[in-house]
């Protein structure tokens, strides 16, 4: 009996000339995400809205309301990002003679790339909030090193003085001119008083700008004070302490606010970070779950 002898079969596969990427699909899960997630920030600024309050005492507190929208931040981004996943799973088309292991990997590359698009969208309506938000606490801390909590009184410095510099520069061009009797100064009038305040408000710029009021500048303030209130000098001295202990305190407030907004805006960034990285994850998930059903 002849045996029959089969000849190899060296035929290459055939490469399908469909590509394996619905991108229909895809668009579709991406937009559907992107809408629901505009929907749940609305809802979201609704229910923040109810917790706060002008009024004290009325309102929930600041930590409370920062968990709570950090809490709402990464629902919004897990709930978008399973219902982009599943669509983008349920609405691609059937892949056939592909294998199990292949097909679960294109819809988990699917659902990935849903929420991919879907956040760009987010991002490119929505930077302008997300940038501003993130970067409170280093605009905040910028503000008080360069001396925000003095800035009404670089205000009226630079009114009373306008044209003549910067506060810095009058401040050592005072120093050369500064009278040995400030009541010359703090003549009576408008003049007098414009020179003096204009005056007294560079000498506290400067004294903000290097954490410190020297001894000399102290004495003078005390005198020009004295002559331009007829309080006696030890009094105007201690009306200067007074002030100087008060513009300190304000400036310890602003940097305190300086840097809770800093730490509340690190905690934002690696919060909204780890929020996407888990919203990526459930989108995958999602979309190999509909790819799944899609094919059942």
């Known amino acids: 009996m002849a045996s029959t002898v089969l000849a190899p079969d060296n035929t290459p596969p055939v490469e399908s000339s469909s590509s394996a990427i619905s991108w229909s699909a895809i668009i579709a899960g991406a937009f559907s995400a992107a809408t629901l997630t505009f929907v749940l920030i609305l809802l979201g600024s609704g229910l923040g809205l109810t917790m706060i309050s002008p009024w004290t005492n009325q309102g929930a507190s600041v930590t409370t309301f920062a968990v709570s929208a950090a809490i709402w931040m990464i629902v919004v981004q897990w709930l978008s990002s399973a219902l ?18 292949e097909t679960f990997f294109r819809d988990t590359a699917h659902g990935f790339l849903a929420w991919a698009l879907a956040t760009l969208l987010v991002i490119c309506v929505a930077s302008s909030g997300l940038t501003s938000a993130v970067g409170t606490g280093v605009q905040a801390a910028s503000n008080v090193a360069s001396g ?111 840097d809770t907004a800093r730490k509340a805006g690190a905690a934002f960034a690696l919060m909204a970070a780890l929020s996407l990285v888990i919203g990526a994850f459930i989108a995958s998930a999602a979309a190999a779950l509909g790819g799944r059903l899609r094919d059942e």
């Open 84 to 101: 982009g996943g599943y669509m983008t799973g349920r609405l691609r088309v059937k892949w056939v003679g592909i294998h199990t292991d």
């Open 148 to 258: 925000a909590a003095m800035g009404a009184s670089a205000g009226a410095a630079s009114n009373a003085d306008e044209g003549s510099g910067s506060a810095a520069t009058s401040y050592f061009v005072d120093n050369l001119f500064r009278p040995n009797d400030p009541t010359r100064l703090a003549a009576p009038g408008a003049e007098g008083d414009a020179a003096a305040a204009a005056q007294a408000s560079r000498i506290l710029i400067a004294s903000a700008a290097a954490g410190e009021i020297s001894p000399a500048d102290k004495t003078y303030l005390g005198q020009l004070v004295a002559a331009r209130t007829g309080l006696s000098e030890a009094d105007a001295t201690a009306r200067v302490d007074a002030v100087l202990a008060q513009a300190e305190q304000a400036k310890t407030k602003a940097q305190e606010a300086a």
